[in-house]
Nanobody, 125 residues
């Protein structure tokens, strides 16, 4: 599956952005999806994940209540709505995919087989 992330940009602290990740090549609805981010000089970290049907979602504690992950399987697209952005949210955001065999381990980057190219989000203070 090929992934193409978009929607990044410059936003002031407290603002909102919606990221998109368009998928092609395989049956999107068979894949669990996730967003990760990587800030300069830091390791890639889990942001949010969603099951293949969209019925299960997972978030890093610091994102709960501010970020919402969703998917539209008819459009082969994954979304991340980010509200109340903070300067520490400045990072390259990546979407990732793997076939959904069940289980709740969404958090480990090495378990994902496919990655988008990333989209840069810059939050100014």
């Amino acid at each position: 599956v090929q992934l193409q992330a978009s929607g990044g940009g410059l936003v002031q602290a407290g603002g909102s952005l919606r990221l998109s990740c368009a998928a092609s090549g395989r049956t999107f609805s068979s894949y669990r999806m996730a967003w990760f981010r990587q800030a300069p000089g830091k390791e890639r970290e889990f942001v949010a994940g969603i099951g293949s049907s969209g019925g299960s979602t997972y978030y890093t504690d610091s994102m709960k209540g501010r970020f919402t992950i969703s998917r539209d399987n008819a459009k082969n697209t994954l979304y991340l709505q980010m509200n109340s952005l903070k300067p520490e949210g400045t990072a390259v955001y990546y979407c990732a995919a793997r076939l959904d065999y069940g289980g709740t381990n969404y958090y480990m980057a090495h378990t994902y087989d496919y990655w988008g190219q990333g989209t840069l989000v810059t939050v100014s203070s």
